[in-house]
């Protein structure tokens, strides 16, 4: 017996990390983004001679528009995978992946010779290709938590789809690193000219191995269970759970489905979904993809040279790798609410602390420190814990729509946050008055509000399955359970 759940556990350890590769190339291709701002302001924005607004305007349109297509791709995700299954989708968003690396790194294809003079006009394309790229991340950044969770046994539910945040970071840290790398190869001259291809074609690797790897795993069992896959179902769970564990579950699951049979968005109550988008939404507005796309941008602003500030963001990096390792394995442990408020606060503070920095014109060790605190926190907390309970907490029946919303609504967040951060940050009445240090005293209260509403909203899920995680809302949105209530106290 400890044979068998030896292997079903090793088994669903190698489904997780197949699918957290969807986490490590929207972590890619969120952060490659960050070594490139100086390239593509100086390849694209600089010949068309703009005014300062127009300037900074087209600048965070450029850097912040593969998040119109992630808004995209995590509307879509929910209804897409709900008819044709968590794995296909998958799929195509690996697929997604691989064409924008191309044609990001080479967006005169077919219109002007690559190099050329002309190639500076090819900024539509470029977007075009960033903006698809966003509905592959947009769609993996949804249907790779919602398919570990639904492997995943409630025990370690938590540690697993954390896997997902990990990857995620990982995906990061090692562009941050190939950034470094490719950036050391030349001057900025080259940089702004040739380095910048090279930076957005490395992706292309790590989405052909995604790809490949995607059809060697089973689809979700719950999604064949939603389907009237019953066989499909039944077989998928003994691999994953053993047999006797097999029947147990997928009992559970069918009488999840008899007991509510509609499968209408809000057929459970608002309450749940709107936890959801906020839980979305506060994890933007808090500033983390400002600090990590801007992050060389920032460290400039802070004095550094080009390759100092490249070392910096590693910095950043590594600290988000280490303190989500630490969220791996103390969410199962210690729940969800105690790390999400913790973590708010932490960021609150790290996020006053630098404003302050800034607006003081402090430009030394501590202003460093307060941006790695700021991470440290997060990165326990908000990145990978907020995951989880977007896979946790809505019912078998809505789990697709609702997920695919409150994602959605995240990547919309973080559109507007990328898109004002150079618009506060590089503003000259702005700069005058605050030197720097107004968006992060907006983040820090952001902050503070996000501690306020998980303490007031948001149930605990440690330890739940996701079948019983239904019994948590009411059947209409007039009340809370009693169990809720006592959750939420």
Not at 417 to 445: C, D, K, R
């Amino acid at each position: 017996m400890n044979q068998q759940n030896n292997q079903s556990s090793s088994y669903i350890t190698l489904l997780t990390l197949v699918a957290a590769l969807g986490g490590m190339l929207f972590g890619w291709d969120t952060a490659v983004i960050s070594g490139t701002v100086s390239s593509l302001d100086a390849y694209f924005i600089a010949p068309l001679g703009l005014d300062e607004y127009e300037s900074n305007s087209l600048l965070g349109t450029l850097v912040s528009s593969a998040l119109i297509g992630c808004v995209i791709g995590g509307a879509i995700a929910g209804t897409l995978s709900q008819r044709f299954g968590r794995k296909k989708m998958l799929i195509v968003s690996a697929f997604l992946f691989f064409i924008s690396a191309l044609g990001s790194a080479f967006p005169e294809i077919g219109f002007y010779a690559i190099g050329s003079e002309a190639s500076h006009q090819a900024l539509p394309q470029f977007i075009f290709y960033r903006i698809l790229g966003g509905v592959g991340v947009g769609m993996a950044s949804m249907l790779s938590p919602l398919y570990i969770a639904e492997i995943a046994p409630a025990n370690i539910r938590g540690r697993l789809v954390s896997y997902n945040q990990m990857a995620i970071v990982t995906g990061i840290i090692v562009v941050y690193f190939v950034n470094y790398l490719i950036a050391s190869q030349g001057d900025d001259s080259w940089i702004q000219n040739v380095g910048w291809r090279y930076m957005f074609a490395s992706e292309m690797i790590p989405a052909a191995i995604f790809f490949t790897l995607l059809f060697t795993v089973p689809e979700s069992p719950r999604w064949h269970a939603l389907k009237g896959h019953n066989k499909e179902a039944k077989q998928t769970l003994a691999k994953l759970h053993g047999s006797a564990e097999a029947e147990i579950e997928f009992n559970q699951i069918q009488q999840s489905f008899n007991h509510h049979a509609s499968s209408k968005l809000f057929s459970f109550g608002m309450l749940v979904v709107v936890i959801g988008i906020l839980l979305s939404m506060f994890q933007q507005l808090i500033g983390i993809n400002a600090v990590l796309y801007y992050a060389p941008e920032i460290f400039k602003t802070m004095g550094s040279g080009t390759n100092a500030a490249m070392l910096q963001t590693i910095m950043v990096g590594a600290v988000n790798v280490v303190f989500t390792l630490v969220a791996i394995f103390t969410v199962d442990k210690y729940g969800r609410k105690p790390l999400m408020i913790f973590g708010a606060l932490g960021m609150g503070t790290a996020m006053f602390a630098l404003g302050f920095s800034f607006y003081n014109g402090s430009m030394g060790t501590g202003v460093l420190l307060a941006m790695l605190v700021y991470v440290a926190c997060f990165s326990l907390s908000w990145g990978p814990v907020c995951w989880v309970l977007l896979s946790e907490i809505f019912p078998n029946k809505i789990r697709s729509m609702a997920m695919s919303i409150a994602v959605a609504a995240q990547w919309i967040t973080n559109y507007i946050v990328s898109w004002s951060f150079p618009l506060m940050n590089n503003n000259s009445y702005l700069t005058e008055q605050f030197n720097h240090g107004f968006a992060y005293w907006i983040y820090g209260v952001m902050s503070l509000l996000a501690a306020l509403f998980v303490w007031k909203l948001v149930p605990e899920t440690k330890g739940k399955s996701l079948e019983e995680m239904e019994n948590l809302w009411q059947k209409n949105d007039s009340a809370l359970t009693v169990e809720q209530q006592k959750s939420i106290a």
